[in-house]
């Protein structure tokens, strides 16, 4: 029981979400570009058709996280993760069978519901409720995992694309997309841990009890929704994940168009790997300065980042721009739920989150769509990566001079 280890509960949760991040990012996240350019090489679907069904994925997934939000304020995690690994291994599975426009939709609404019940609105506020003081680092550990799929599953899937075809990895990617989560989540993942007779960080007892002092922030989603630092946060970071999300969807592409398959490939490694470097550095970082200035800095790399990646050519100048961009990604999901759990509490933080997420995910959805109507405008990925980079000079310039309140 979480109230018998020595060690603290919350660092097993940790653990738990590293691992379950680990492979729904590798087999959804990251996985995104892999099957945008399978599904252009392979089934012959346009870029710009392949990009507004990947816009799908994410609208699906910000109007299923409120519904996860809703639930996971009041009712165990746990069921509704595994119910999603469920949902998305049937997803994967598919692929070996899809073949026109009408089931390349339903499968990214599908994945894209999945996603969003086994990803950051339910393991973001299992997280949040376990720490406070030391919140930000475990974070930066628990969410590393999303770095880990970019290393450790894409590159995999991508490799048994290219010799076998969607065909022969569509199987494989689902039994590890439920085996890697469901019994996961289940048997590790708990509630908050005042039902344990402990407190955030490893106190405990009597302070549980009473009440931890720690969380005394009792915004709710009404008073969430009155304050002009909510809608800052989440429109600059509607702009902020919208750049980096369609960034990522056509990286691979980019990549392969312009140096070919072995640097597509080295570009997954060095985003996660990058990304894994920021998250941790991230972490302790945010003990020195405020969330909020650390925030700023990332999408100000962030827009210089994309805006190189406009007009590399050669196999060392993407991988030293994708290293420079990765550095952000290891972080930005992370600022995030940060300034809105470090604004508002704990108390409702479930539907706080995945309503500021909700309105981010418009963005998201329309960032890989404008980049896939560029490059098929253009001919090439100059004009989508440099739009990119604007967009993100917009999202820093809403959180700077609309969240100061």
């Given amino acids: 029981m979480p109230g018998n280890t020595r060690i603290f509960y919350g660092w097993y949760i940790v653990a738990a979400v590293c691992l379950i991040t680990t492979i729904g990012s590798g087999l959804a996240f990251y996985n995104l570009s892999v099957l945008l350019n399978a599904f252009v090489e392979e089934r012959g679907f346009p870029v710009s058709l392949t990009s507004a069904a990947i816009a799908t994925f994410f609208v699906s997934g910000g109007c299923t996280g409120v519904v996860v939000g809703r639930f996971i304020d009041r009712f165990d995690a746990r069921f509704v993760i595994a119910a999603s690994a469920a ?33 950051l609105v339910a393991l973001t506020t299992v997280v949040t409720r376990w720490f406070n003081a030391k919140r930000a680092l475990a974070m ?34 689902a039994a590890l997309f439920f085996l890697g ?13 005042a ?8 106190g405990a007892g009597v302070a549980a009890a009473n009440g931890n002092a720690a969380s005394a922030l009792k915004f709710t989603y009404a008073d969430a929704k009155r304050s002009p630092f909510f809608y800052a946060v989440s429109i600059s970071y509607l702009f902020l994940l919208g750049a980096q999300v369609g960034a990522i969807a056509h990286l691979y592409r980019l990549a392969n168009t312009r140096s070919g398959v072995e640097t597509a490939a080295l570009v997954l490694v060095f985003l996660s790997s990058a990304s894994i470097v920021g998250r941790l550095t991230g972490g302790w970082l945010t003990l020195k300065i405020k969330v ?11 827009c210089v980042a ?7 050519q050669g196999r060392i100048s993407i991988l030293a721009a994708t290293v420079l961009f990765g550095v952000t990604i290891g972080n930005s999901l992370m600022m995030q739920p940060l300034l809105l759990a470090e604004k508002f509490g704990t108390h409702e933080y479930g539907r706080i989150y995945s309503m500021s997420q909700f309105i981010a995910m418009t963005g998201v959805a329309g960032g890989p769509v ?22 993100t000079l917009a999202g820093f310039l809403v959180l700077l001079f609309g969240s100061r309140s």
């Fill in 140 to 173: 930066s550990i628990a969410f590393t995992g999303l770095s880990f799929g970019g290393i450790f599953v894409a590159p995999f899937v991508a490799l048994s694309i290219e010799r076998g075809g969607l065909a022969s990895t569509g199987p494989w990617t």
């Fill in 87 to 119: 949902l998305g291994a049937a997803c994967l599975y598919s692929v070996s069978y899809l073949q026109s426009t009408w089931q390349l939709f339903v499968f990214h609404v599908a994945f894209g519901a999945a996603y969003a019940g086994a990803g």
């Fill in 306 to 312: 994309l805006f190189a990646l406009a007009f590399t």
């Fill in 181 to 193: 989560i469901a019994p996961v989540a289940l048997l590790v993942l708990r509630g908050a841990p």
């Fill in 292 to 302: 909020w200035t650390f925030a700023l800095q990332l999408m100000a790399v962030q």
């Fill in 370 to 391: 404008l980049m896939g109507v560029l490059y098929d405008w253009a001919g090439n990925y100059a004009s989508a990566f440099v739009a990119a980079s604007v967009v």
């Fill in 195 to 202: 039902q344990y007779g402990l407190e955030p960080d490893g």
